[in-house]
């Protein structure tokens, strides 16, 4: 399995009038694709900064992260909108659909802003609809939408790109057992198709999907559990 993403040394502080906040303390770590990897820790504890890091929304305070072969801090923000556009699929707790739009047209958002035609949008978007079995419910406004239906729309949007890396922010947080559970597997199954998958989440019953699970504590990235560690120590 190959590395598509990659921070080295990377981590993120923000200044407060005298004082520092180190929202992320440097740390390196490496994703491969046919991975699904949880991210895991309290509200506050760094996960949400690391996600963006991944996910070239932010850049670095110290050093590099990297997607693919490419050191994202290096680019200016058009060059990051870019890599977003066409590498990373993001899957968000809210799902941010598009409310004036219809599933259909909210899945076909990011080929259009990527400057395809309609019609080539349309035909791709309907091949993954069709895939999640959202066919019948494609017209619907996303308020008409069941929150495992809006999430299923949510899922589509991030791979129309054939997306590399796929970033989800809570992706189960308001579905119930069984809507996460279909959500899971599939994002499970989309990381066996070549890709990296990166989760963060608090409910630690997500584990059983995951490949592997990081934990992020006060902005400190560790590979075992922190009561782990601190029997360790």
Not at 44 to 71: A, E, F, H, Q, R
Not at 86 to 109: H, W
Not at 122 to 136: G, N, T, V, W, Y
Request: proline content about 4%; some cysteine; charged content about 25%.
């Amino acid at each position: 399995m190959d590395t598509v993403v990659r921070i080295e040394g990377a981590g993120k502080e923000y200044k407060n009038g005298d004082s520092t906040i180190v929202a992320l303390a440097p740390s390196t770590i490496a994703f491969k694709r046919g991975e699904v990897t949880l991210i895991v820790g309290p509200s506050g504890s760094g996960k949400t900064t690391l996600l963006s890091m991944l996910g070239c929304v932010i850049y670095p305070s110290v050093g590099n992260v990297w997607v693919d072969d490419i050191c994202v801090n290096r680019l200016s923000e058009i060059e990051l909108a870019k890599i977003r556009l066409n590498k990373i699929g993001f899957v968000f707790q809210g799902f941010n659909l598009l409310a004036p739009l219809n599933g259909l047209e909210n899945v076909m958002q990011p080929l259009i802003l990527r400057g395809e035609s309609r019609k080539a949008a349309k035909e791709k978007s309907l091949s993954l609809i069709r895939k999640f079995d959202m066919e019948s419910r494609m017209r619907n406004l996303p308020r008409n939408l069941s929150g495992g239906q809006q999430q299923r729309i949510a899922v589509a949007r991030a791979l129309v790109t054939d997306p590399e890396l796929i970033l989800c922010d809570e992706p189960t947080a308001s579905l119930d057992h069984k809507s996460a559970a279909m959500v899971m597997d599939m994002l499970r199954s989309l990381s066996r198709e070549n890709r990296a998958v990166i989760i963060v989440t608090h409910d630690l019953r997500l584990k059983k999907y995951a490949d592997r699970t990081i934990y992020v504590t006060e902005g400190m990235i560790s590979t075992t559990h922190p009561e782990e560690d601190a029997l360790q120590n």
